[in-house]
């Protein structure tokens, strides 16, 4: 079982900037993939951006330009960097682990990202 646990996730106003960090540990069996999802209240769970099992990343169309993801494989930490942010990225983003061949899922507890007009 890999274990997530996020961190970074505040308050901030429009146009202002964030950087998540996602911390992995546990056996991280390749092929996988990671990335971020993020959930409204009231709304499901999107995914916003992924690193796919050639760490290609891929993103959602309304972060495309704003936000970069990226990891760190010496310390098995994900990052999400966050630019001109927007009052409809407020949510709760999670940090987000499969492991392709066995199919096994795991995320975070998520972090809390608000962004004020």
């Known amino acids: 079982q890999v274990r997530l646990v996020e961190s970074g996730g505040d308050m901030v106003q429009a146009g202002g900037s964030l950087r998540l960090s996602c911390a992995a540990s546990?056996?991280?069996?390749?092929?996988?993939?990671m990335g971020w999802y993020r959930q409204a209240p009231g709304k499901q769970r999107d995914m916003v951006a992924v690193l796919t099992s050639t760490d290609t990343p891929a993103y959602a169309d309304s972060v495309k330009g704003r936000f970069s993801i990226s990891r760190d494989d010496a310390t098995n930490t994900m990052y999400l960097q966050m630019n001109s942010l927007k009052p409809e990225d407020t949510a709760t983003y999670y940090c987000?682990?499969?492991?392709?061949?066995?199919?096994?899922?795991?995320w975070g507890q998520g972090t809390q990202v608000t962004v004020s007009s």
């Open positions: 546990g056996f991280m069996l390749k092929p996988h993939v």
């Open positions: 987000y682990f499969k492991e392709i061949i066995r199919d096994h899922e795991s």
